[in-house]
């Protein structure tokens, strides 16, 4: 019987001048484990002239965890943060009742070639910290656990597996790992996941249970202690999932929340600009994401 439940084809979405490659949420599956929305940036290259421009925006009920493996994103955020991620880093925001930020290339490079390429992910949270008060915490790549076995190497970008734990401070029991091979390997990492688990084909590819797939195809596994596959040459692939919540979470626009009273209210705050529910950006307060009509609306 096979262990694939579910392949997804990366799907284009347009998040301003710029294109990324949605994962989740799919409509067969709004999430995998508690990561619900996962975006796959470029690899683009951006002329003197381009730049990622994101204005201020809000998110209510969950964590984003951005990581890059190319090019650079400067953050601000209405808790006053305000930090350059660069690849290899993970920026980890946790919006709890509501917070702002914007993302931005930094001043330096926005009259010079580039290229952006990486992933953006949404983490609901867990009940009783959807209301929490937001945070912000950038770790560097030095602090990713990073280790090789049998010529594989492994990144444990957050969560924990392996008996290892990443530095990034998640609200539940999860994982995000990066697996890459120079030569042809058989992977077989079933006994240290646990929950729900899915796996992105970024290079290369991976052959389980006679089939191939290759770059920008999303795996989701039926057991995940079957997780068991060959991975070709210079291949890299990344892995997330983990324990799901017992309560659906509902996604409208940016916001997360098992409640959608509070998803509600959210929507009303932001499109009447309440700076008490959702602050001003502390160097990056002339503008703002309107929120779009067609939402307002929808229950």
Request: proline share 9%.
């Given at each position: 019987m096979s262990n694939i439940g579910l392949i997804i084809e990366?799907?284009?979405?347009?998040?301003?001048?710029?294109?990324?490659?949605?994962?989740?949420?799919?409509?067969?599956?709004?999430?995998?484990?508690?990561?619900?929305?996962?975006?796959?940036?470029?690899?683009?290259?951006?002329?003197?002239?381009?730049?990622?421009?994101?204005?201020p925006h809000p998110h209510i009920g969950l964590s984003t965890l951005t990581y890059l493996l190319e090019g650079s994103i400067f953050h601000r955020d209405s808790i006053g943060s305000a930090i350059e991620i660069k690849p290899g880093a993970v920026n980890w925001m946790t919006a709890g009742k509501g917070v702002v930020h914007s993302?931005?290339?930094?001043?330096?490079l926005r009259h010079s070639d580039k290229r952006l390429h990486g992933f953006q992910i949404w983490v609901g949270l867990p009940?009783?910290?959807?209301?929490?008060?937001?945070?912000?915490?950038?770790i560097e790549a030095d602090d990713i656990p990073v280790w090789e076995e049998d010529g594989i190497q492994y990144k444990l970008i957050a969560?924990?597996?392996?008996?290892?734990?990443?530095?990034?401070?998640?609200h539940s029991k999860l994982f995000f790992l990066e697996i890459k091979t120079k030569e042809a390997k058989k992977i077989s990492i079933g006994k240290d996941l646990y929950g729900e688990a899915a796996?992105?084909?970024?290079?290369?590819t991976v052959s389980t249970e006679g089939n191939s797939y290759g770059s920008k195809q999303l795996m989701i596994a039926k057991d995940t202690k079957l997780c068991e596959f060959d991975m070709s040459e210079n291949g890299t692939v990344y892995l997330f999932g983990g324990e799901p919540f017992d309560e659906e979470r509902f996604i409208f626009w940016n916001?997360?929340?098992?409640?959608?009273e509070l998803l509600d209210q959210a929507k009303v705050n932001w499109n009447d600009q309440n700076h008490d529910a959702f602050p001003l950006v502390p160097g990056d307060d002339k503008e703002y994401v309107p929120l779009p009509k067609a939402i307002l609306n929808r229950k």
């Open positions: 990366e799907k284009a979405a347009d998040i301003g001048n710029f294109l990324v490659g949605r994962l989740l949420p799919f409509r067969e599956k709004r999430a995998v484990g508690p990561f619900v929305f996962i975006d796959h940036m470029g690899p683009s290259e951006l002329k003197d002239y381009q730049n990622l421009d994101v204005p993302e931005r290339t930094p001043e330096y009940k009783h910290l959807e209301q929490s008060e937001p945070t912000f915490h950038h969560g924990e597996a392996f008996g290892r734990t990443s530095p990034v401070p998640v796996m992105y084909v970024l290079d290369g916001f997360v929340n098992s409640d959608k």
